[in-house]
């Protein structure tokens, strides 16, 4: 999991320590491999695709600055990923006090009746109108959890990774992670009991 | 097995295979039926919206970033000088500050020894009390009404 300077693609080692140089253009061909990865990380922590590139910019350029830090004793993913987590963290603490709507193609579906549809298990996950009402369901109830439930449970649930690979990303524990993660899903799942009564 | 216990093992599952006591727990008991429901139907939402397409960078994302790290970089430059005149400007100002301070405090040193600033401090002083009792040693003590200045100096008649 934490792969030494060796087991690092060659090339990518030369570009980094290029940047670690100052060289920019080195930084650039790191920026065109992990762009995307960032992008997609930044969405599902903020959910707002306006905000996704000016994010994603600001993780790269304080990226850029921090790369003499950088130790080649995580991968250089591990290592942008934590600091494209701390500072989508910071973003969604400072805008915790204006919630977002949510951007998906569901729309506000306030007014419809997706119970049956969520209740229904045996309808395939690949159901596209199922799958707009969970994606609505569960992106309102990330918009309202807690900065910290919602790193945590983007990082379990939807990026997919283990604990020891949140642990290293946070820089905690894996019992503290495993803890932080069973205490947010148990969050959760309250407000997601408490959103479908409402509905 | 307790419902309470259920919930956990419910909530810290991935959403594999139950355990066999779980299993039957869950199949007797309709309250942690309705919960696992909610659960599974929480992790089909978080698979939704891994599902769901992240945006992409715009066209030229990556030339305007290393734009941006080059005006930032000749910023950073300017910024960083102006630090270091400033840093040299505070050393300087704390140096002659200590200076003067020790000048205050330390003693004049050399062969020809000034009054250090406690000497001249207990001479004010002693000069202070003699004036107060009046027995400045240029002046006459004839005549003069010690016991009327000094409490208790008539001994046990000033209580009366």
């Not at chain 1, 600001?58 to 290592?79: C, D, H, M, P, Q």
């Not at chain 2, 950073?76 to 100002?93: I, K, P």
């Amino acid at each position: 999991m934490e792969p030494n300077r060796a087991e690092q693609d060659p090339q990518e080692v030369a570009w980094i320590q290029s940047a670690q140089r100052g060289d920019r253009e080195a930084f650039g061909q790191l920026v065109e491999r992990y762009q995307q990865r960032v992008f997609t990380q930044v969405f599902r922590l903020v959910r707002r695709r306006e905000d996704v590139e000016d994010l994603a910019q600001e993780i790269l350029a304080k990226a850029f600055r921090a790369v003499r830090s950088y130790n080649f004793r995580s991968s250089f993913g591990t290592w942008l990923s934590r600091v494209a987590v701390n500072h989508c963290y910071d973003f969604l603490r400072r805008e915790r006090t204006q919630p977002a709507a949510f951007s998906g193609p569901a729309g506000d579906r306030d007014g419809d009746q997706p119970g049956a549809l969520v209740d229904n298990l045996e309808a395939p996950d690949q159901d596209p109108e199922r799958q707009a009402v969970l994606r609505d369901l569960v992106g309102k109830l990330l918009e309202r959890a807690p900065a910290d439930d919602r790193v945590i449970l983007v990082l379990k649930e939807m990026e997919g990774l283990s604990v020891e690979e949140i642990s290293e990303i946070l820089e905690l524990r894996p019992g503290t992670v495993k803890v932080r993660l069973f205490r947010a899903r148990k969050r959760m799942l309250k407000d997601w009991r408490s959103l479908r009564q409402e509905r | 097995m307790r419902c309470e216990d259920a919930h956990a093992m419910l909530i810290e599952g991935e959403g594999g295979e139950r355990p066999a006591a779980l299993r039957a727990h869950v199949a007797m008991c309709a309250a942690c039926q309705a919960y696992a429901r909610d659960m599974e139907g929480l992790r089909a939402g978080f698979r939704a919206l891994a599902a769901q397409a992240a945006p992409e960078p715009s066209w030229g994302f990556a030339a305007r970033l290393l734009r941006r790290l080059d005006e930032l970089g000749e910023k950073s430059r300017g910024a960083d000088f102006l630090e270091q005149v400033g840093r040299r400007v505070v050393y300087a100002a704390g140096l002659l500050t200590l200076l003067l301070l020790l000048a205050l405090v330390l003693p004049a040193s050399g062969p020809l020894r000034g009054p250090t600033t406690s000497e001249l401090y207990w001479a004010q002083a002693d000069t202070a009390v003699l004036t107060s009792y009046s027995i400045l040693p240029d002046e006459p003590l004839e005549g003069r009404e010690l016991n009327s200045q000094v409490p208790g100096a008539n001994g046990g008649e000033g209580k009366r």
